[in-house]
């Protein structure tokens, strides 16, 4: 789960302004997207490289698996349809789906700015905000970092740096233009902490123990994962997903979908999840 730059989404932005996109309502062919989907039997979906463990592309056989891909299987399954995977990036994915490239885009936390120009489900799966930490840093709430002496290194423009903006005005926070340098600044020690999402954060510690510690500060704080749909009068697109989801969740197979994905993908165990974290 990811948000956009600042500049990302002001690109994307500008550029569905110029190709008349945004906002619109309904699909070029005038018909719903489920309609579209039943007639072709293909549920088109975009999907991101690099993008563990929500998306991984394996560079050998060039096939996808991942958190978000068990779940359009799943709902690909339900629709008898087959999936058509479309590459895209988190920042074009708003537009890709505008644009009628793609019906549907998985992981993405609905924003007020996102939920301007496009459409989002109820939640797929809830994540938890947990932090990645020096190895000398104490804090365990939210609270310890709010603090002028306390250092939080955040991706510019993400949900982490919305988050510690508005709850950790006294801090220093230094902004950097990608997750990976936040996290190289907390590895070596030019910042304590970094925020992130539980299932991401886990993977970088497992993958390389040195980068620092996990916490998950108190109070808990749960960010959503959902999906993204385009604008469209007939809701039946929209309705049909969240009807999907609530029969998904009321058995265990969303929990065993995550689970198994951390670890295949990133060698995370449920034993390296604190018991504090469901999904």
């Not at 699909?27 to 719903?32: F, L, R, W």
């Not at 087959?82 to 988190?90: D, I, V």
């Not at 932090?131 to 306390?150: A, H, M, Q, S, Y």
């Not at 704080?221 to 989801?245: F, H, I, M, P």
Request: aromatic fraction near 6%; hydrophobic fraction near 40%; proline fraction near 5%.
């Amino acid at each position: 789960m990811k948000n956009l730059t600042r500049r990302e989404f002001i690109g994307a932005s500008a550029a569905l302004a110029a190709a008349g996109l945004m906002p619109i309502s309904g699909n070029a062919q005038g018909d719903s997207t489920l309609s579209r989907i039943r007639q072709t039997k293909t549920l088109k979906l975009g999907v991101v490289a690099g993008g563990e463990p929500n998306y991984h592309k394996d560079s050998a056989t060039g096939q996808w698996s991942g958190i978000l891909i068990d779940f359009a299987d799943d709902l690909a399954g339900s629709l008898n349809a087959k999936l058509a995977l479309s590459e895209t990036t988190w920042g074009n994915a708003i537009m890709d789906l505008q644009s009628n490239k793609i019906d549907l885009f998985l992981g993405l936390n609905p924003t007020p700015q996102r939920q301007a120009v496009i459409d989002f489900t109820t939640p797929l799966y809830n994540n938890v905000f947990s932090l990645i930490t020096t190895e000398n840093f104490r804090g365990k709430t939210w609270d310890d970092l709010n603090k002028p002496d306390v250092t939080i290194a955040v991706d510019v423009g993400s949900s982490y740096d919305n988050l510690i903006t508005h709850i950790c005005p006294n801090a220093r926070i230094q902004r950097f233009e990608t997750s990976n340098a936040a996290t190289l600044a907390v590895q070596t020690k030019r910042a304590d902490v970094q925020p992130l999402v539980i299932t991401l954060a886990a993977g970088i510690i497992k993958k390389n123990p040195s980068v620092g510690k996990l916490v998950v500060p108190e109070p808990f704080k749960q960010t959503s994962s959902c999906a993204g749909v385009r604008k469209e009068a007939d809701k039946e697109w929209l309705n049909y997903l969240n009807g999907w989801l609530a029969n998904l969740h009321k058995s265990d197979v969303t929990r065993q979908i995550v689970l198994s994905n951390l670890d295949r993908l990133m060698g995370v165990k449920p034993s390296d999840i604190p018991s504090i974290v469901t999904f």
